[in-house]
């Protein structure tokens, strides 16, 4: 699938699964083309992969034409000027439409741009249509006037579609920010706290409808509250552990970190799926970061838990501050390190009043709680009187790290016991399993391969070629573009998976490899067959004119599967040396 607006997670391809939330959100984008569907609000916390996921969403529905418009706007994180933000709040949706329209998606690569081009744009690319409001808008920054600006951008996407029978799907990134980010006045003194608001109206429309999001939850919560039954509520959730594995292998070979089998699994466990936790963990500047050792991963873990310049830690001390910021610390400490004490379960504001020996009303301590909600440091129960820990392994041992020695004499060296004790389980765990399932050793001997092709192969091409049967003639290694596994987006009908997708240059040969590591069961027909059709499909959805085909079974093949990879023209090895280390990267 093509990129046509970049994307913040750099690397396309370190994209990782969340087939189910993007078959979901498809599915509704959809019925927004029979104006079926309600706007939406996707919550979690930061760096959770909920941005990757609404710019990946984008993406695909940019790259589908299929009648839906897509635009993607994020709200900064900075104090701004009304006038200023609905300019560019209105400029960058007139460029996505222009984008989408035209079908140049350069116009979404722009950054900064003089208003007064819209116009000539518009009718450069036959889209006269929007030249009225653009003048419309033009007029209105001129005289200042804040609240008719805000409502007529505001309503632009909705109103152009109405107009012109278009549908658009709007993507408001980091939306609790408009309530807190926008001032009326250029010195940004005179913050307009209800500045959402109007999308009670907005949101309610289905020819437009708005999905938005926001990483600070209990903001976005208590802003989308004030606007009840205009936003269907989802939240987040953790990436499954088959995706998070997946997910630090990719790390492993972008980042160029060493990885083993036991290492990847322990990883993907203690990081609970959480996408950030992983990229944490991959990208540490730990001076003794080892992953190839449980030991390692441990020393890693408690850098980025416990040392001042882990950016695990660094993330978490911003949601702590924040919170901190605007209620007792003091009291702020022990109500989290309570929580996070019996984050088993819901507890009362009645039971935290009683065992902390707070000496307020409960309408303090409801407002300090509620507080801490907002900040994402707590978690609100089914009612207003319940509350709990975050279900956070991490965020646990950060916070205690942090405070719990000032405040109960508490030794940091227990989270490293707690982390030990957590090893041991799925040590134990591991063990048990093992030789049970085959999924562990073939994603290894995945991206064993798909590493020896990014950084090996075409430094040593007789090594390599040495290792491999029936190739053509011509055929060597090379740089290739990209080399992963590969995953058909969820706009094509068919849903194949290629273990190893090596993309070469224009007039050199692509390779397309099934991988087997297992100990018995040699390599049959049936699969060969099953191979070459996905294969073929591939090549048909990602447009490959040039590729070799070919599989790597580590017990070998039967004759019958030997004759047809020969007859089609598909390589094959059993050499074991392409799932081992066996070259210096220089």
């Not at 979690?44 to 635009?71: C, E, H, W």
């Not at 104090?79 to 116009?107: G, M, P």
Request: overall charge neutral.
């Amino acid at each position: 699938m093509k990129i046509y607006m970049k994307e913040k997670i750099g690397n396309p391809e370190l994209f990782t699964g969340r087939k189910k939330e993007l078959k979901e959100l498809l599915a509704w984008t959809a019925k927004i083309k029979k104006e079926l569907s309600p706007s939406r609000a996707l919550l979690s916390r930061r760096k959770t992969g909920k941005t990757a996921l609404l710019q990946r969403l984008y993406n695909i529905v940019f790259d589908m034409n299929d009648g839906v418009i897509p635009f993607y706007y994020e709200v900064r994180e900075e104090n701004q000027w009304a006038i200023e933000f609905c300019e560019d709040f209105f400029t960058k949706f007139i460029l996505h439409y222009i984008a989408f329209k035209s079908r140049k998606h350069e116009y979404l690569q722009i950054k900064q741009f003089p208003f007064e081009n819209l116009i000539k744009i518009a009718k450069d690319e036959s889209q006269v249509h929007l030249i009225d409001m653009i003048s419309n808008v033009k007029t209105l920054i001129k005289d200042e006037s804040v609240s008719l600006l805000w409502h007529t951008v505001r309503d632009a996407p909705r109103s152009i579609a109405e107009i012109h029978d278009d549908r658009v799907l709007q993507i408001i990134d980091e939306f609790q920010y408009l309530n807190r980010k926008i001032y009326r006045d250029r010195q940004c003194q005179n913050r307009i706290s209800d500045f959402a608001q109007p999308y009670m109206s907005t949101a309610e429309y289905k020819n437009a409808p708005l999905l938005i999001s926001g990483s600070w939850v209990g903001m976005l919560m208590h802003d989308v509250l004030k606007m009840p039954g205009r936003f269907q509520i989802t939240f987040l959730e953790n990436i499954p552990l088959d995706e998070a594995e997946e997910m630090v292998w990719k790390y492993s070979l972008t980042e160029d970190v060493p990885v083993t089998e036991a290492t990847v699994q322990l990883i993907a466990e203690l990081s609970e799926g959480n996408p950030f936790y992983i990229s944490g963990l991959m990208r540490s500047i730990c001076p003794e970061k080892n992953f190839t050792t449980r030991e390692g991963v441990l020393k890693t873990l408690e850098f980025e838990t416990l040392n001042k310049r882990g950016s695990i830690r660094g993330t978490w001390i911003e949601y702590i501050l924040y919170a901190f910021s605007t209620i007792n610390e003091i009291h702020a400490k022990n109500i989290v390190l309570y929580l996070c004490k019996h984050r088993d379960r819901e507890v009362t504001r009645a039971e935290i009043r009683k065992d902390l020996k707070f000496e307020m009303s409960d309408a303090e301590l409801e407002k300090k709680l509620k507080a801490l909600v907002e900040a994402d440091i707590i978690e609100q129960g089914l009612t207003n009187f319940d509350y709990r820990g975050v279900q956070d392994n991490i965020f646990d041992k950060v916070f205690r790290g942090i405070y719990q020695k000032e405040i109960q004499g508490f030794d940091p060296k227990e989270i490293t016991n707690e982390y030990k004790a957590l090893f041991e389980q799925y040590k134990a765990k591991y063990k048990q399993l093992d030789g049970q399932f085959s999924h562990y050793k073939g994603m290894f001997a995945e991206f064993m391969i798909i590493k020896q092709l990014m950084y090996q192969s075409y430094k040593h091409n007789n090594l390599y070629l040495s290792w491999m049967h029936n190739l053509p003639e011509d055929f060597k290694f090379t740089e290739y573009k990209s080399v992963w596994s590969y995953k058909s987006a969820p706009i094509h009908q068919r849903d194949i998976q290629i273990d190893v997708f090596a993309r070469a240059k224009a007039g050199e040969y692509s390779l397309i490899g099934e991988v087997k590591n297992r100990q018995e069961d040699m390599f049959s027909l049936d699969e060969a067959m099953r191979f070459q059709e996905k294969a073929e499909i591939l090549m048909e959805l990602e447009k490959v004119e040039k590729a070799v085909l070919f599989v790597f079974c580590k017990c070998g093949f039967i004759q019958e599967a030997l004759k047809y990879l020969e007859i089609k023209g598909i390589a094959w090895t059993d050499e074991v040396k392409w799932i081992t280390e066996t070259t210096n990267k220089s």
